[in-house]
């Protein structure tokens, strides 16, 4: 008699732990709403990460505009079109904290062309990193009033082109040099000054998850979520802060808790996969893709 080998189960990257749930197979319905951001994949080009969601049977993306300036805005709408893909969000719009006039001027002028990139891609969101203090600069309120101008500069361009300016709250590590802007509720404080249809705003759960009072702005949020991005929030942390993304599960974040609380919310777009780690950047991208999409399906999927 003979006997058939199992197959070794799939790895979760970057634990090596074994899979607990079969990969889903492209044509399953729960991964309708499930999107690749880039940075997700850093080792990937624009094309190999669009290769890489069609071949996972995902239907959305969420690019950089780094990778679509080296292959050229043309061939990247090309790429997205011919594979049937949706632009989930473009990333990214901001760093406009500046206090010099000049280097105000040009960041208006690289957010308009941001602008006119996100309306050529299809997609509707262009994701806004307020950006953090300037060099020797101390006074954090006057930073966080010239991210308000700066939006309200950019939201009429922003309106002709269809495009929904999604500002992104950071965790507070993040103020000095990323973001002035640190919790949903400040976000929302200057999203409120402008029409639902132009500003909006990113719940990311590696950015808010900790906030006090989170679900109660979540709610508030209904009608101007933008972008729903998720990754965990691992200890120990990395030596460097920006990579300390994780994996979905790997950390302290309550998945289940906070999707139904932005799904009640009324949000039905598309969840972006976002995390920024060393160990997750030097795995092989399919890998990267499959532990992501099992991890989605298991924690984040069943409370959309």
């Not at 990257?13 to 997700?40: H, K, Y």
């Not at 808790?257 to 949000?267: F, H, M, P």
Request: glycine share 10%; net charge negative; charged share 20%.
């Amino acid at each position: 008699m003979t006997s058939v080998a199992q197959a070794a189960p799939a790895l979760d990257v970057p634990s090596g732990r074994p899979a607990t749930i079969p990969t889903p197979e492209p044509g399953d319905p729960r991964l309708r709403r499930l999107s690749l951001n880039q940075r997700t994949c850093a080792g990937w080009s624009l094309r190999e990460a669009v290769d890489g969601c069609v071949a996972a049977g995902l239907g959305s993306i969420g690019v950089w505009r780094e990778p679509v300036a080296e292959v050229g805005l043309d061939t990247a709408v090309r790429w997205v079109r011919e594979a049937g893909l949706r632009v989930s969000s473009v990333c990214r719009g901001g760093f406009f904290t500046v206090s010099d006039p000049h280097a105000f001027a040009a960041a208006h002028a690289s957010n308009v062309e941001a602008v006119r990139e996100t309306a050529a891609l299809g997609a509707a969101t262009l994701v806004l990193v307020p950006g953090g203090l300037p060099e020797g600069d101390k006074d954090l309120p006057a930073a966080r009033e010239r991210a308000v101008e700066a939006i309200a500069a950019l939201a009429p361009v922003a309106a002709d082109h269809g495009v929904l300016l999604a500002i992104e709250p950071m965790h507070p590590i993040f103020a000095a040099d990323r973001g002035v802007v640190s919790t949903l509720g400040q976000a929302l404080d200057i999203a409120e000054e402008f029409d639902p249809a132009t500003v909006g705003v990113v719940v990311d759960t590696f950015h808010v998850w900790w906030e006090p009072g989170l679900e109660q702005q979540i709610a508030r949020a209904a009608g101007r979520i933008a972008s729903y991005q998720v990754c965990d929030w691992i200890t120990p942390f990395p030596a460097d802060a920006l990579l300390s993304r994780g994996m979905m599960g790997d950390g302290h974040i309550d998945f289940p808790g906070i999707t139904a609380q932005v799904s009640a919310a009324g949000y039905t777009g598309d969840v972006e996969v976002e995390i920024f780690h060393a160990d997750v950047w030097a795995a092989p991208g399919a890998d990267v893709v499959a532990t992501m999409a099992r991890r989605y399906v298991e924690l984040v999927e069943p409370s959309l």
